[in-house]
């Protein structure tokens, strides 16, 4: 369908913390979701834009009204400024697979995006008025719907995606999934970051670090179970650089998701018919930026063990899973699935 020149497909994977693109002229990229203005006249001197996005604007806080517009996948409550930069976010992502945004010569765009499970119910209206104009045509897909979907794991399977904001679990029985077949918990990344900061300060009242050392830490030491090796950090404590060693606090907190997840991915296999319920243990498939925690699988494998056994399995891609389903997704389409959008 996209071999016609003037139509391009597009899965987009809108995330709380990262959103990619994956597009048929084969342009594929990944930016962080913030999105920042200028503050004032010597800031919009300096950063020469109206508008700065992704790690630019990352990098330039000091100077911007930064947002990341996105909180447990969904975009926040009764702010207009959040909204906008959803839409600068997706606007820029559009811009880097290198099509014309206007004009006669324009492709008409075909985007599946996928969102968190939960975000569907709440946000559809929401975000199906920020993609008018960037795409037009749309279908918002769940995002686990999205990975299995790139995956071929149609049936039998259970996708677990575990992002920033949300942990996104979703039983694939060879049809589109059902509200019952999916479930949204707000234990990921930035919870793990939430728990790992109280539990440094509350061992070290006076320690100073910024939720970006956290993230680093994390992303650096994650693990769960025993430790392999010993997490050490500095940080400034009374001004002065110190080195602490945080492995209890980095096991506790990555541990602090395990127990919902188990117990959602208990709850979702318990109601997939018993016939086929072996088959869906041993096809559990672990996506999501947050998927490399060190230990992350066997903690599932022993969860399983418990309901009889079974098997986890990493995805290859992680950061282009969502997208490239989406792509793939929008590639099978046909006509009548599309909402049309006024754009
Ligand atoms: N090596 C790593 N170990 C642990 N966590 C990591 C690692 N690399 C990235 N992360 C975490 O993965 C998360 C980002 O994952 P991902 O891009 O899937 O999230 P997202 O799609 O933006 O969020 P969501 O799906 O919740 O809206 C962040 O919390 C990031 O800190
Ligand atoms: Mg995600």
């Not at 694939?172 to 919870?191: C, F, N, S, V």
Request: charged share 25%; hydrophobic share 40%; net charge negative.
């Amino acid at each position: 369908m996209d071999e016609v020149n003037d139509i391009l497909c597009v899965g987009i994977d809108l995330g709380t913390s990262r959103s990619s693109i994956s597009a048929s002229n084969g342009e594929r990229h990944v930016i962080d979701s913030y999105a920042g203005w200028p503050v004032d006249a010597v800031a919009r001197k300096l950063v020469k834009k109206p508008v700065l996005v992704g790690r630019e604007a990352l990098d330039n806080r000091s100077m911007l009204d930064l947002r990341r517009p996105l909180e447990q996948g969904l975009i926040k409550e009764g702010s207009e400024k959040d909204e906008q930069a959803v839409q600068e976010i997706l606007r820029h992502l559009m811009s880097l697979t290198g099509i014309k945004q206007k004009g006669k010569t324009r492709p008409k765009v075909r985007a599946v995006v996928g969102v968190p499970a939960g975000a569907l119910r709440v946000s559809r209206q929401r975000l199906r008025g920020i993609m008018d104009g960037i795409a037009d045509s749309l279908m918002l897909v769940s995002e686990p719907f999205a990975v299995a979907y790139g995956l071929d794991a149609l049936l039998h399977a259970l996708i677990i995606d575990i992002g920033a904001g949300t942990a996104d679990l979703c039983v694939m029985q060879g049809r589109y999934p059902t509200e019952d077949d999916q479930h949204t918990l707000p234990y990921a990344g930035d919870w793990i970051e939430e728990q790992l900061a109280k539990l440094v300060r509350e061992r070290h009242p006076d320690a100073r670090f910024s939720v970006h050392m956290v993230r680093e830490w994390k992303e650096q030491w994650s693990f769960v179970g025993e430790p392999t090796e010993r997490v050490r950090v500095t940080m400034p404590i009374g001004g002065k650089w110190t080195e602490l060693d945080i492995t209890d606090e980095m096991r506790t907190a990555c541990e602090s998701i395990l127990p919902p997840i188990c117990e959602t991915m208990a709850d979702l296999i318990t109601r997939v018919p018993p016939e086929y319920q072996d088959r869906v243990r041993n096809n559990v498939i672990l996506a999501g930026g947050s998927s490399p925690i060190s230990g992350l699988s066997a903690a599932l494998d022993r969860a399983l063990a418990e309901l009889g056994g079974g098997r986890t399995s990493l995805v290859p891609d992680p950061v282009f899973a969502g997208s490239d389903g989406g792509l793939q997704l929008a590639r099978d389409a046909s006509t009548g699935d599309w909402e049309k959008l006024a754009a």
